[in-house]
């Protein structure tokens, strides 16, 4: 297994631990840090799964 | 809620499904194979849909008319701990692009319809095959079943009383998917998932300014909690682990589905699903949306004795009434697709999984179409039933029993894609452990999704359908363990 799909995790390890985002501030546009938090986890994670996604295409370019 | 006519609303949300149903009739004509007489084209829609059809499809099939009225109903309610669904949907993604590109390759190349026909090409066992469809087939049918309800709400929202347009709607969708299989529900998905991207970026955008901004909305939500005394904006301590076990649960849990599996089997390659897994997110964004729409409700003053009319109560009094048809239209719409897209995976099950193995083993492609499709007719009846017939009550109790049974088939379906060491016996065993021993924490809950264990001093509350796949993971290997320790026949024991 190629290190690159360690990437992956981040998303769990960002989401699982609860208590740290379990707070109201700082307030963003009027969300408080709960909310925008994970929010905010959404582009992240596309991004963290694209640039595996592109790594893994240089690797095998005859991968279907 | 007491809903009045509103001709305006009518009017649309009556042209939405016109037009809908019209679409699910000619989607038969739509990439138009040789024959739909094969369950391939019929189940599958010929495995050739690309990335965009994708997307609508997975998407149509997992944010469900459900989905868009019970996650805002629960946030109503309890207020953070509904938010839930926001985590669930993210880390779903890495998941789905990591493993469902190995199922999708196995399936396409072994010509595999279901979950069950993975485990039986994997293992050869009948038993473990039947257990894996049994499940799929027993947790869809209640799923089915909650797109009725949000159906049904939809339609008492628009102010239409009494059952007959619930029946109207589903006759329909019924005989379309009969007669244009997978290709009906991916067809409508485009409509369906434009609909409630322009009404969600709507509301989110006019709602808020209607009610003095997001800050006024999570201020208004803090004050109905602390009025009434439980719930919040936060979560409180004790919630934290059920909240992270509930979103880990869940994810692990949905692409075990039925719906979702054929979803994936569709697609036309194992990069659609990647691209897939990149894009889908955005709906993420869309649920977490809809969800604070909850928060919206106590902002807009709502006082309903029903906490699943808080986004048609919502509409109703905020957007003039063409505008609510339209949002309506597109949340019952919204209905219409997973539905159908439930009734062909179980259908898919039931041809392959009952019929062709233990009925008719030379059934030909045709002959297995011709079962599907009156499959998915007999699933759909069945779950109109449930709803007509059954308090609603039992039909959530039965999903959350059903979210926490399809979980179970989690080692069966996925380990054999990386490891050979685990054995059918094993995997039935502990299929077994964990949908019996879960069924009987649900029970001892009251039919919640929640256990509480106490060890010593402390007791921590967990997600039982995560505790029944933990118990079913560990006799699934020891009883593995077991078997590869006693000698096959006369050969010696191998070394591991």
């Known amino acids: 297994m190629r290190p690159i799909w360690l990437l992956l995790l981040i998303p769990y390890l960002a989401l699982a631990w609860v208590p740290f985002y379990n707070k109201s501030m700082p307030v963003l546009f009027g969300f408080p840090f709960f909310y925008w938090y994970q929010l905010i986890w959404v582009p992240l994670t596309s991004l963290l799964t694209y640039i595996v996604y592109l790594k893994l295409r240089r690797n095998n370019r005859n991968d279907g | 809620m007491t809903a009045e006519m509103d001709y305006a609303a009518l009017a649309v949300f009556l042209f939405c499904f016109g037009l809908v149903t019209v679409m699910g009739f000619a989607a038969a004509r739509w990439r138009r194979p040789k024959t739909l007489a094969h369950l391939d084209e019929w189940g599958l829609g010929g495995r050739q849909f690309g990335t965009w059809i994708t997307w609508f499809l997975i998407g149509g099939d997992i944010y469900t008319a459900y989905t868009m009225i019970a996650v805002p109903a629960l946030v109503y309610a309890v207020g ?41 090409g994997k293992y050869g066992s009948r038993s473990l095959e039947l257990a894996v469809a049994l499940t799929g087939v027993v947790a869809t049918m209640p799923y089915i079943a909650l797109q009725l309800i949000g159906m049904e709400t939809i339609i008492h929202a628009l102010g239409l009383q009494g059952e007959l347009p619930l029946i109207i709607a589903f ?103 990647r691209k897939n897994a990149i894009l889908l997110p ?34 109703k009094i905020l957007f003039p009434g063409w505008f609510a048809g339209f949002a309506l239209a597109a949340i019952g719409i919204g209905a219409l697709v997973p539905a159908a897209i439930m009734s062909i995976g179980a259908a898919n099950l039931f041809t392959r999984n009952f019929w062709k193995a233990y009925i008719d083993r030379g059934v030909t492609p045709a002959g297995e179409a011709k079962v599907a499709k009156i499959t998915s007719l007999a699933v759909k009846a069945g779950a109109l039933l449930v709803i007509l017939y059954l308090p609603t009550q039992f039909a959530l109790d039965l999903q959350l029993l059903g979210g926490l049974w399809i979980l179970q088939t989690f080692p069966a379906v996925i380990f054999g894609l990386y490891t050979g060491w685990f054995r059918a016996p094993a995997l039935l065993a502990g299929w077994a452990t964990g949908f019996l021993g879960g069924t009987w924490l649900a029970w001892l809950n009251n039919f919640k999704p929640l256990h509480t ?44």
Not at chain 2, 81 to 89: C, D, L, Q, R, S
Not at chain 2, 469 to 483: E, G, H, K, P, Q
Request: proline fraction near 5%.
């Open chain 2, 80 to 120: 953070a701990y509904g938010f839930f669904a926001v985590p669930y949907t993210i880390i779903l993604y890495p998941f789905v692009f990591a493993v469902m590109p190995v199922l999708w390759k196995v399936a396409r190349d072994n010509n595999y319809v279901t979950a069950a026909d993975i485990v039986h």
């Open chain 2, 171 to 273: 006759l329909i969708l019924a005989f379309y998917t009969y007669s244009s299989g997978l290709r009906a529900p991916a067809l409508i998905a485009f409509v369906k998932d434009t609909m409630l991207y322009i009404v969600v970026l709507a509301a989110v955008a006019l709602i808020p300014m209607k009610l003095g901004g997001y800050g006024a909305v999570f201020r208004a939500a803090d004050a109905a909690f602390a009025a009434k005394g439980s719930g919040g904006t936060l979560l409180n301590p004790s919630q934290f682990l059920p909240y992270a076990s509930l979103a880990l649960g869940s994810t692990l849990a949905l692409f075990m589905y039925p719906h979702a599996l054929t979803g994936i089997f569709a697609s036309a390659t194992a990069n659609t699903i």
């Open chain 2, 282 to 315: 955005a709906y993420s964004v869309l649920l977490a949306l809809v969800a604070l729409m909850g928060f919206m409700g106590h902002a807009a003053g709502l006082k309903l004795t029903n906490s699943n009319d808080v986004v048609p109560a919502l509409f």
């Open chain 2, 453 to 496: 264990l106490h060890l010593g001093d402390i007791s921590i509350t967990i997600y039982s359908g995560l505790l029944a796949l933990a118990a079913n993971i560990l006799i699934a290997s020891l009883v593995s363990a077991a078997i590869r320790a006693v000698p096959a026949g006369k050969s010696t024991a191998t070394q591991d």
